[in-house]
């Protein structure tokens, strides 16, 4: 068994090639999660791998191999990551939460480390394999059991853009450093996003998914109405996903998320200046309660709205409500 390592300035890449299974299972097997590989001899493989901003990167060549991640091997305190792979030659096959995605040169799929999953190689394969927090891709913990283990093809759609530029980060790790370092991965992330974004809406915009996350969405919009600092941003940043996908979310139901939110809070408004027992409270108290901070911002959309201004349209609920039990009393003395 023989085994070569060097380290690289300036991006701290690190190689390493083993002529034996036995010498890649010493380097790949417990590199970040504990894994079992298995596959034929004679075997060859070279791993090249850096770290940016929390992600590892790898480009990985190797003879036919197969690697698994059971269940036995999971344990509570493993990190929460997702791994991405990129076919860079050769073929491969992944399976997870019961999909299966075959991989040719170009093509992406995602998986997750928390769970079981398999990778199998046939023949010699090239891959890039990028493994990071969950919370660096933008999407939503609920939807990613939906899309692990699917082909991102590489050569149609928005693939034909993203897959060269991964191609191209895979060839240039030594050039990845120091904040541009960042910005490339981060960007490189947000393709990936895109991606994913992409095929949810081709594949998956019907299912229940789509539906869980949005009524997950609108109930943390209608809990927090009284923060005056809730956004959209900061609404995708709670469901980890793309302020993109976020807006992608609501436009199946024609809304944009600032207009369901002010749509709400308006709503919540006008409930209580009808209601009798908030008189004593002032139209400033009502507009701050459900989060507007500027009072003649919330009476302009709140007249836009309901075709009167808050103190016209509380003064007409009183008036309705007076006339209502005048006519009470009056069927009552009647009767």
Not at 81 to 91: C, I
Not at 156 to 185: D, K, W, Y
Not at 201 to 220: F, I, N, T
Request: glycine share 6%; net charge neutral.
């Amino acid at each position: 068994m023989t085994m070569s390592t060097s380290v690289q300035t300036p991006s701290a890449l690190e190689e390493c090639s083993v002529d034996s299974l036995r010498a890649w299972r010493q380097v790949v097997g417990n590199r970040f999660v504990p894994l079992q590989l298995t596959g034929p001899e004679p075997f060859a493989g070279t791993l090249r791998t850096t770290v940016i901003d929390g992600t590892h990167i790898s480009d990985i060549c190797a003879s036919a191999h197969r690697v698994e991640r059971r269940a036995a091997d999971i344990v509570a305190d493993d990190p929460e990551h997702l791994k991405l792979t990129l076919q860079l030659s050769g073929r491969g096959v992944v399976r997870q939460d019961g999909h299966e995605a075959v991989l040719h040169e170009g093509d992406v799929a995602v998986y997750d480390t928390c769970r079981p999953y398999v990778l199998d190689y046939p023949d010699s394969m090239r891959s890039l394999v990028m493994v990071f927090p969950h919370r660096m891709l933008g999407l939503s913990a609920e939807l990613v059991p939906s899309m692990t283990a699917t082909r991102l093809a590489g050569d149609s759609g928005i693939g034909r853009v993203i897959s060269p530029f991964m191609t191209h980060l895979a060839e240039n790790l030594t050039q990845i450093s120091g904040a541009p370092g960042v910005r490339i991965v981060r960007s490189a992330l947000d393709l990936v996003t895109a991606m994913l974004s992409d095929e949810l809406l081709r594949h998956h915009s019907s299912g229940e998914s789509w539906r869980q996350l949005l009524s997950a969405v609108q109930r943390y919009i209608e809990a927090n109405l009284d923060d005056p600092e809730l956004s959209a941003s900061r609404i995708a940043a709670v469901h980890y996903v793309s302020l993109r996908h976020l807006q992608y979310l609501f436009s199946h139901e024609n809304q944009t998320v600032s207009g369901y939110i002010r749509q709400q809070r308006l709503e919540r408004c006008r409930m209580d200046l009808l209601d009798s027992s908030l008189v004593d409270r002032s139209i400033l108290h009502v507009a701050h309660r459900w989060g507007f901070s500027d009072a003649s911002h919330f009476s302009r959309i709140f007249r836009a709205t309901y075709g009167s201004s808050p103190s016209e349209y509380r003064r007409g609920g009183e008036a309705g409500q007076r006339s209502a039990a005048g006519a009470e009393r009056a069927d009552r003395r009647s009767a």
